[in-house]
């Protein structure tokens, strides 16, 4: 019996060069603060909108994010952390050291791993408008682990993360890929995530 002969033809892709992102959340978002409350929706959502000192790549390794040099003291008890150049916040002001040092100042109330680190610091302070430092009262080896946690310490303007951490922020203005859109949000039926804004090449 002869067999019959046929071709497999290459399947037809057609790519789009679209500007719009679409994704289901697995809850509705109705908070905004990151560290007002642990839900994983609202900080999916920051990992959007805000941008950290340091995060963790797919092997779980530490990598610095807005961070372009960290220096540690021969006895690591000092961290010196040096921004990246060209950062800028949505509302296109620049992100500078105080907005860091009160980001991780807010941030170190609430986690369990901020906590534990605050609880060995000492100080945070600007040494100058690119600049900061972190130094330890006590030895705490996973500082940079810290910093880059899951639950991590999202920057913003110094203004918004002085708000107290029982408090919930009013105004959302991050550095992160894409910006807020506060007057398009409504949850649970609409986007709420707006225009990209791609960082500079890391």
């Known amino acids: 019996m002869a ?14 060069n679209r500007q719009v992102l679409r994704f289901v959340p697995h809850a509705s978002l109705k908070v905004l603060d990151p560290v007002w409350t642990a839900a994983y929706i609202s900080r999916n959502h920051s990992y959007l909108v805000y941008d950290t000192l340091f995060g963790t790549d797919e092997n779980l390794q ?37 907005d860091c040092v009160e980001s991780l100042k807010r941030w170190g109330k609430v986690p369990r791993f901020g906590q534990l680190l605050m609880a060995s610091t000492e100080s945070i302070a600007p040494v100058d408008k690119k600049t900061f430092t972190i130094e330890l009262g006590e030895h705490f080896g996973p500082v940079l682990d810290a910093l880059g946690a899951l639950r991590a310490a999202f920057m913003m303007p110094a203004r918004i993360a002085s708000t107290p951490p029982d408090q919930q922020i009013k105004e959302i203005v991050g550095s992160g890929p894409f910006k807020f859109a506060q007057d398009e949000w409504q949850p649970g039926s609409k986007p709420y995530i707006a225009q990209s804004r791609l960082h500079p090449a890391r």
């Open 62 to 98: 530490i990598k610095p994010q807005m961070i372009a040099r960290t220096t540690v003291s021969p006895d690591g008890m000092k961290y010196t952390f040096t921004l990246r150049e060209g950062l800028r916040w949505h509302d296109g002001q620049p992100v500078v050291s105080e």
């Open 3 to 16: 067999a019959g002969a046929f071709t497999l033809s290459t399947p037809y892709v057609h790519a789009q």
